[in-house]
């Protein structure tokens, strides 16, 4: 296509790539950025992704993989700062990526393409001086987070929801992970709805695939006739995996005899508390007598996550707020249904009655009824297995890479357009 771009400037100002994903604020939108990255490459267009440099010992550039570059920009202190803090120091970050273009001939990016609120308001800035159009993913929304809390979570600050309002204004094209997610751009942000594409996220259909359950047990260190439920990701009050410890309370209070039989696996690190472990969820397990019964294991890569997704009968999802949910459709890749709360992206991430069930609400009992029906069920289970890996076939990232690219080259065509028209109204 002759206006796709030749070279893309990726912003993620509070979190990078290179980072491991499941803990502090590395989740979805790292695997995302990686992924979406590569494949661009493999279209021909060239990433170079900002990131803020958290230690003194980052190069300032990392080859991430061919014509996917990492630029580590310096803002504020490397170490200690949260994602809180981290609007005091945008001015800095924008100084940074504007230095950066400013060393190459002109037109050395052809467009921004910025994700989270905070890279936003760089892509603001430094569209104006380039020239480009700007693309925004908002990965998550503040108004929608603040409209599902969980208890014990903190409301997102106005400054995020002013800045995202600005930063919706400011951007040439928004891109939604779902349809849910472009009507509330266009509902609670008062977005242009023909400025808002959805293109739904993907999965790695190599990595995650399904495989043999027993060898996967036995790799991770499951008890081949154990019923597992697993839970993935950043271990935070919004991903609600305290649901799922009362859930498998709530299952074991039903049918005693489940006790010996059952596991709890929570893969993942806390998110935001600066704890190396999740120790109020080690006690609330101990609270509820199943300390036995839970296993803790600190974030793995994703070919080891697989085999805990492989390795689990049911994953379960049970997050007060989610904008796609990747767990879920990796999970189902794997071979495993779902069990995962109606919020959100997971709507779409899920096949309800298909390849996964959907709760409504957050109460543990009603996760410990839908569990107990496909745990109960071995054909059931193994029809939704088999339904789960067809669902999460329609969710590739070489699709993903190519209806971004799609977005990029209309947004590239109506710059042009509105040069041309103001070229002929100045003559
Ligand atoms: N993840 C990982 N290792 C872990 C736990 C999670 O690589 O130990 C990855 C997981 O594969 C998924 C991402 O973290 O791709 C979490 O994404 P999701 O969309 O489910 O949640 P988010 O972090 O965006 O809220």
Sequence with gaps: MESLPRRVALLSV????????????????????????RRLADLGIEVEI?????????????????????????????????????????????????????????????LIHSHYWLSGQVGWLAKERWGVPLIHSMHT???????????????????????????????????????????ELVRLYDADPDRVSTVNPGVDLDRFRPGDKAAARESVGLPADASVLVFVGRIQPLKAPDVLLRAAAEL??????????LVVAVVGGPSGSGLAEPTHLHRLARRLGIADVVRFVKPVDQTRLADWYRAADIAVVPSYSESFGLVAIEAQACGTPV???RVGGLATAVADGRSGILVTGHDPADYATAVARLLDAPHLLADYGENAVEHAACFGWSATAAATADVYSRSIEDLRAFRYRELCAGQ
Aim: net charge negative; with cysteine; charged share 25%.
């Design 339 to 341: 069990v995962a709360a």
């Design 14 to 37: 509070h979190t990078s790539p290179l980072h491991q994903p499941g803990t502090g604020d590395a989740g979805g939108m790292n695997v995302y950025i990686v992924e979406l990255s």
């Design 50 to 110: 900002f990131t803020r440099a958290t230690t003194g010992a980052l190069p300032p550039a990392v080859d991430l993989a061919p014509g996917v570059l990492v630029r580590h920009v310096t803002a504020g202190p490397y170490e200690g700062l949260s994602k809180e803090d981290l609007p005091g120091q945008l001015c800095a970050f924008t100084s940074g990526v504007l230095r950066t273009e400013a060393m190459h001939e002109p037109g050395y990016y052809d």
């Design 141 to 183: 929304l503040g108004k929608v987070k603040n409209a599902a809390l969980a208890l014990g979570d903190d409301p997102e600050p106005t400054a995020r929801l002013v800045g995202e309002d600005q930063v919706v204004d400011a951007a040439d094209r928004l891109i939604a992970n779902t349809d849910q997610e472009a009507s």
């Design 252 to 261: 074991i209070a039903r049918s005693p005899e489940r006790r010996d039989k």
